[in-house]
C-alpha cells in the first residue's frame, strides 16, 4: 500500500471539506445539536428518576398538546419565511414586521382561549397552572420558529445556532438547579422549558431587528404571496407532526400515564437521532435554491442522500445493538420496557430521516401536494394501526405502527422523486 497517496488523498479529502461552506454549516448545526442532545439527555435520566414514569407521562402530555397548538396556528409560515427570505434577503424587513404582527394576534388569541376555558370550566387532564404556561409558551415558540426559518435563510447559522443553545442551556441549568434542590416537579419541568424560550425569543427578535436596522414594516402584499406556499407546508408539516405525536396521545388514552411516560422515554430518545439529518435538511433548502439548474440540484440532492443513508445506516445499528443495557444502566430497571420500543422504533427513524431530506428537495421545487398526500396517508394508516396495536400489544404496537406508518411516507415521496428524476433525465 502507498501511504503517501492515501495521506495526500486523505489530506485532499479534509481540505475539501474545509472549503466547503455547506459542509462546514452542516457541521456546525451537527455538533451544536449533538451538544442540545447531552444536555437534553441528561435532563431527562435527571427528571426520568426524579418524577417517575408517571410525571414523565404528564410532561410529554402537556408538551404534546403545546406543538400540536403550535403546529394548528403557525400556517407553515416558519418554512415560508425561509424560503422567502433565502430567494430575496430585502424581503426580511417585511416579513419580519408581519411575523411581529402575528405575535400580538396570537398573545391575544391565547388571552381568550384562557379566559374561554376558565368561563366555561373546560379541563385538559393538566394543572391550570401547566395550561396557563401552554398558552403563554405557544405564541413564543410558534414565532420562535418563523425567526429561526428567517436565519437559515439568511445562512445565519452560527445566530440559528446560538439560539437553540440558549434553549438548550437554560432549561438544563434551571432543571438542574431545582433537581439539586430537590423541588422538581412536572411543572417546574415545563416552567424552565418556558424560561428558556422566552430568552431564545429575545435574542432572535434583537439579532434580526439589527440585520433590518430595525426598519421591519407591515406588508400586505407579501404576506397574500407567501400564504399559498406557507399553506401547503402548514398542511404537509401538521400531518407529519400529528403522526409523530398521535402515538404518545394514543398511549396515554389506552394505557394510562405510566405507560405514556415509559414510550415518550423511548421516543424521545429514538428522535435524538435525528439529529444527523436534520441538520442536514435544515440547510439544504437554501442550498438547493441557490443552484443554478434542475440538473445540479438533483446531481446535488442525490449526492445527498447516499451520503446520509449509510451514515444513518450505521448510527442505527449501533444504537440498536447497545441501546438496551444503556436505557437500563441510565434510566433504571423501571424503564427496562423502553429499551425494546426504542429498538422497534429504528427501522421507523431511519425511514424518517431520509424523509426530510426527500421533502427538502419537493419543498423547493414547490412540489408541496405530494407532501401533502403522503404525509395525510401515513398519518391516517398510523391511526388504524395505533387503534388495532396498542390494544394488543401495549407500547410495543404504538412502535410497530410508527415505524411502519413512516416507511408509508418516505416510500410515496420516494417514489415520486424518483418520477422528478427520470422526467430530468429524459
Request: net charge positive.
Amino acid at each position: 500500500m502507498n501511504f503517501r497517496k492515501v495521506k495526500d488523498g486523505t489530506g485532499a479529502a479534509f481540505d475539501k471539506i474545509r472549503k466547503n461552506d455547506f459542509i462546514k454549516n452542516v457541521l456546525r448545526v451537527l455538533i451544536n445539536g449533538g451538544y442540545l442532545y447531552v444536555l437534553t439527555f441528561i435532563n431527562s435520566v435527571l427528571i426520568a428518576r426524579t418524577i417517575g414514569p408517571k410525571g414523565q407521562g404528564i410532561v410529554s402530555y402537556a408538551n404534546t398538546l403545546g406543538g400540536m397548538a403550535v403546529h394548528l396556528i403557525g400556517g407553515g409560515l416558519d418554512l415560508a419565511d425561509r424560503y422567502y427570505v433565502a430567494r430575496n434577503k430585502n424581503d426580511l424587513p417585511g416579513i419580519l414586521g408581519n411575523t411581529m404582527a402575528l405575535f400580538g394576534l396570537y398573545m391575544a388569541a391565547g388571552g381568550l382561549f384562557f379566559l374561554v376555558t376558565f368561563a366555561f370550566n373546560v379541563t385538559f387532564d393538566i394543572s391550570g397552572f401547566l395550561l396557563i404556561l401552554l398558552i403563554a409558551r405557544v405564541p413564543l415558540e410558534t414565532i420562535g420558529l418563523q425567526m429561526q426559518g428567517m436565519l437559515l435563510g439568511l445562512t445565519e447559522v452560527s445566530l440559528y445556532n446560538r439560539s437553540k443553545r440558549i434553549t438548550g442551556f437554560l432549561y438544563s441549568m434551571f432543571v438542574f438547579i431545582f433537581w439539586i434542590s430537590g423541588v422538581i416537579s412536572s411543572v417546574l419541568v415545563l416552567l424552565s422549558a418556558f424560561i428558556a424560550y422566552l430568552a431564545s425569543f429575545g435574542m432572535m427578535l434583537f439579532a434580526l431587528c439589527k440585520r433590518c436596522a430595525i426598519r421591519m414594516n407591515l406588508n400586505a402584499g407579501l404576506f397574500r404571496s407567501m400564504l399559498p406556499y406557507g399553506f401547503k407546508s402548514y398542511i404537509g408539516v401538521l400531518f407529519n407532526y400529528f403522526l409523530l405525536r398521535s402515538d404518545v396521545l394514543m398511549v396515554d388514552y389506552f394505557m394510562g400515564k405510566y405507560q405514556t411516560g415509559l414510550y415518550s422515554t423511548a421516543s424521545s430518545l429514538a428522535n435524538i437521532l435525528l439529529t444527523l439529518t436534520s441538520s442536514v435538511a435544515l440547510l439544504l433548502t437554501t442550498r438547493l435554491i441557490e443552484l443554478p439548474s434542475e440538473e445540479a440540484r438533483f446531481k446535488f440532492e442525490n449526492r445527498i442522500i447516499c451520503t446520509v443513508s449509510v451514515l444513518m445506516a450505521f448510527v442505527v445499528l449501533a444504537v440498536t445493538v447497545f441501546s438496551g443495557w444503556a436505557i437500563q444502566v441510565f434510566y433504571g430497571m423501571q424503564y427496562k420496557d423502553s429499551a425494546f420500543v426504542f429498538r422497534v422504533l429504528m427501522p421507523g427513524i431511519f425511514c424518517w430521516g431520509l424523509n426530510s431530506i426527500i421533502s427538502s428537495y419537493l419543498a423547493v421545487v414547490n412540489q408541496l401536494n405530494i407532501t401533502i398526500v403522503a404525509s395525510a396517508a401515513a398519518f391516517f394508516f398510523n391511526l388504524v394501526l395505533n387503534y388495532y396495536l396498542i390494544r394488543r400489544f401495549g407500547i410495543v404496537g404504538a412502535g410497530i405502527a410508527s415505524s411502519l406508518a413512516y416507511l408509508t411516507d418516505v416510500a410515496i415521496r420516494g417514489i415520486y422523486y424518483f418520477k422528478l428524476y427520470k422526467g430530468c433525465k429524459k
